[in-house]
């Protein structure tokens, strides 16, 4: 077992911190002030194959691992978790066409996918389906043998009115998980519209909104794998999307960590330096070693991932609960240690703060991945 990147990873994180301290990092504190969605930069990211990362290279796309996916969000979100975590959902899409889409399908969507010529989003959540995927209730009704006519909503869409591709799951069967399907809703489709953008605690730098269905024709050919096929097309994909909402959590946390040794370097009170204080040497010793567990669950997780290890999505479950709660504490942390300064929009930790709380909920909450983890535990124990 090697704990080191190999020389292939260590290039790959150099690409992803260079482009990040370049176009993230001084822009990130404005597009949160101003809830800009940095279509431009995320484009450029694209540029550097970063919006098809596990995606097939013969459509364009980066044909990289998982962990070399953790390892690349970690770094975009070092400079920006939310504009970081965008990119992870719009990945997850295109995976999702590549995986799972027939040769048509892949041909149709995946250039402009891998491009970002097409931004895409994710839309599982519901009204009244959150943590209770399975029970969503937006229609797909087939009509004739090449149209559904889509009815419904989803809450809480990343992207909102900005996308352009939208991976919709909708029923086209009876109640539960076999009645879902995944299908491709292009932006200008007849009947699709969207609420207003979300006012949110953090995540400003992506627009978030209702995405509305009124009878939406959708070509039975922008279908994603088989009817029936959409639950389990979610649930895969979340497995992914759980290890790269932790990675974004790494690079907040480590972001808010840097900060707090350089303040702690600097600042000086009671005739000492802050980091001459046990109280404070404890603290950011505390701060870096949870980090490096966190850090060393992610990457567990994204190489049972890679393996098909029939453990992956108990370990990705475990990555996703445990990195997400102690990066968000080593972010408030870090506030801590700043004082009243930390509380300023001067300095980056109360938007870290704001940015990675909302990772303990999304793509499953921390307690949805209690169940999972105890669920595969049992499971393992009566066997």
Not at 7 to 34: G, L, S, V
Not at 77 to 102: E, K, L, Q
Not at 111 to 116: A, G, R, V
Not at 307 to 314: E, G, M, S, V
Request: with cysteine.
């Amino acid at each position: 077992m090697d704990f080191q990147l190999n020389e292939e990873q260590r290039a790959i994180q150099d690409m992803a911190r260079a482009f990040t301290a370049e176009h993230f990092t001084p822009n990130a504190a404005r597009w949160d002030e101003e809830e800009i969605f940095p279509v431009e930069e995320i484009r450029k990211a694209a540029e550097l194959g970063l919006a098809g990362i596990y995606v097939g290279e013969e459509h364009g796309g980066s044909g990289l691992t998982r962990l070399d996916a953790a390892i690349i969000f970690e770094e975009l979100s070092a400079g920006c978790p939310s504009t970081a975590a965008y990119i992870s959902i719009h990945n997850m899409v295109s995976w999702m066409v590549d995986r799972f889409g027939s040769d048509e399908v892949r041909a149709r969507f995946l250039p402009k996918l891998t491009t970002m010529e097409a931004m895409a989003s994710y839309c599982l959540t519901e009204p009244g389906a959150g943590s209770d995927a399975a029970s969503l209730k937006t229609k797909a009704v087939p009509e004739g043998n090449s149209t559904f006519r889509m009815s419904g909503a989803k809450a809480f869409i990343s992207g909102g009115p900005t996308s352009d591709v939208y991976a919709v799951m909708a029923r086209t069967g009876g109640e539960g998980a076999g009645g879902v399907s995944c299908l491709l809703v292009e932006k200008g489709t007849d009947g699709l519209s969207f609420g207003k953008k979300e006012r949110k605690m953090g995540w400003h730098s992506q627009h978030t909104s209702m995405v509305n269905f009124e009878d939406c024709p959708v070509p039975r050919d922008n279908l994603v794998g088989n009817e029936g096929d959409g639950f389990k097309i979610a649930m895969a994909g979340l497995d992914g999307g759980r290890i790269n909402i932790a990675a974004c959590s790494l690079g907040g946390a480590r972001a808010a960590l840097e900060a707090a040794l350089s303040y702690a370097g600097d600042r000086a009170q009671f005739g000492k330096k802050l980091n001459e204080f046990q109280a404070i040497q404890f603290k950011l010793a505390d701060m870096a070693t949870e980090l490096d567990a966190a850090r060393l669950m992610v990457h567990r997780a994204a190489d049972s991932l890679d393996r098909k290890d029939p453990q992956a999505t108990k370990h990705c479950a475990m990555a996703k609960r445990f990195a997400t709660d102690i990066c968000s504490k080593i972010c408030n942390e870090a506030l801590q240690i700043h004082g009243g300064y930390g509380y300023l929009g001067d300095f980056p930790l109360e938007r870290l703060v704001r940015d990675l709380r909302v990772h303990q909920i999304l793509e499953g909450t921390n307690e949805i991945m209690r169940v999972i983890i105890a669920r595969k535990l049992l499971a393992d124990w009566t066997e």
